[in-house]
């Protein structure tokens, strides 16, 4: 059973504000819990210099500069830009136990976030392409 998320308590309408916002994969992937699969999201090499933000609503994430590559084929970030813009939750699916991050602001799910990262946090936040927006640096 895939995470609760916010999701769940859209009222039709919501719901259907959100399909039609969101391409299919992002709407699987940030709606409903799911996972792009990997080496296949058009962030997970990119360089690009600037800030990740929510698909969904435009917050802020992370920055370039803590975007690394972990080898996993997702796009990996050693911190958030603001560890208060994501929230952790436990994840018991798929019958392991993990970190799930999510947008704080409008519950998107994002990724998971896992302690084999480099310093200096020892985190690696593993994220969906399909869950972020990137902005250029000016």
Same mark, same amino acid.
């Given at each position: ?44 090499? *990119? ?46 699916? *798929? ?44």
């Amino acid at each position: 059973m895939p995470p609760e998320h916010e999701s769940s308590a859209l009222s039709p309408e919501q719901d259907q504000e959100w399909r039609s916002r969101l391409t299919p994969e992002q709407y699987k992937v940030t709606r409903e819990g799911g996972t792009e699969r990997a080496f296949t999201g058009v962030y997970w090499n *990119h360089k690009g210099r600037g800030t990740y933000a929510c698909i969904c609503c435009g917050a802020d994430l992370f920055r370039s500069d803590s975007k690394y590559d972990s080898g996993s084929g997702w796009p990996s970030f050693w911190e958030g830009l603001n560890p208060e813009a994501i929230s952790r939750h436990e994840d018991t699916s *798929h019958g392991m136990v993990r970190v799930e991050i999510r947008c704080r602001r409008c519950g998107s799910h994002l990724g998971h976030v896992f302690n084999d990262g480099p310093a200096p946090t020892g985190e690696r936040f593993c994220v969906n392409s399909a869950s972020l927006d990137f902005r250029p640096q000016d």
